[in-house]
């Protein structure tokens, strides 16, 4: 099945700064996804993305299909960002639902 | 809230119990999945229902049992669970099959299994 990895695993930042994400899949998809789970378990959708670029606030992504990758970009980090980041795909054939990354781990410091 | 509501929140059962863990989503959406989050793991998928029918079972041991029966309404039946099956489960849905997910998945809160 199609392979989704992410980096960097772990992620410390200041308040303020700025920060990328990565995420890698192994083959073309329909569907890409990135969500932020709270400590609490919820997984809130932050982008659909299958191609393209994508702004919400200070949160932006961009996919590059044709090169198998995306971006999460997170500008003036606040404390409110801490959480893990997952990425999630759906490709064309085979397993026709969401298969996620093993996330990226964000602490924000005060 | 995302339109997608999972009940209980918080589930503790004996081994030898039968529960249930309920799913409801009010988006008008076709296609329901569980999700199953073990600690330190990624998502991995359960089953997958679209338009009522499972399409899609992950080699999830009988112990767990789904139920759709409706595109608004998806169960988890439980019964004679391990230890080793405390997790977080998570529902949702997507407007269309799963396959093409126009919009996405929306998520629900979950339910955090212990099994004692």
């Known amino acids: 099945g199609i392979q989704v990895e992410q980096s960097p695993p772990d992620l410390i930042l200041q308040e303020g700064a700025n920060s990328t994400l990565r995420c890698n899949f192994s083959d073309s998809v329909n569907n890409l996804q990135w969500f932020h789970q709270n400590p609490w378990g919820q997984l809130i959708n932050l982008f659909y993305i299958p191609s393209g670029t994508k702004q919400n606030g200070r949160l932006s992504a961009t996919t590059v299909a044709t090169e198998r990758y995306s971006l999460l970009y997170i500008s003036s980090s606040q404390t409110t960002d801490s959480g893990v980041y997952f990425c999630a795909v759906v490709p064309p054939t085979g397993r026709r639902a969401l298969t996620f990354g093993s996330g990226t781990r964000l602490q924000v410091q005060p | 809230e995302t339109g997608v509501t999972q009940t209980p929140r918080h589930l503790v059962m004996g081994m030898t119990n039968k529960k249930s863990l309920k799913c409801e989503q009010h988006l008008g959406h076709n296609a329901m999945y569980w999700y199953k989050q073990s600690a330190k793991k990624p998502l991995e998928l359960m089953f997958v229902y679209n338009f009522k029918e499972q399409t899609e079972n992950n080699s999830v041991p009988s112990r767990f049992s789904p139920e759709c029966p409706n595109s608004s309404h998806l169960f988890l039946h439980l019964h004679t669970l391990q230890p080793e099956d405390s997790a977080l489960y998570l529902c949702?849905?997507?407007?269309?099959?799963?396959?093409?997910?126009?919009?996405?998945?929306?998520f629900g809160s979950g339910t955090r299994l212990t099994v004692v």
């Open positions: 949702a849905s997507s407007q269309d099959s799963a396959a093409i997910a126009t919009g996405g998945y929306t």
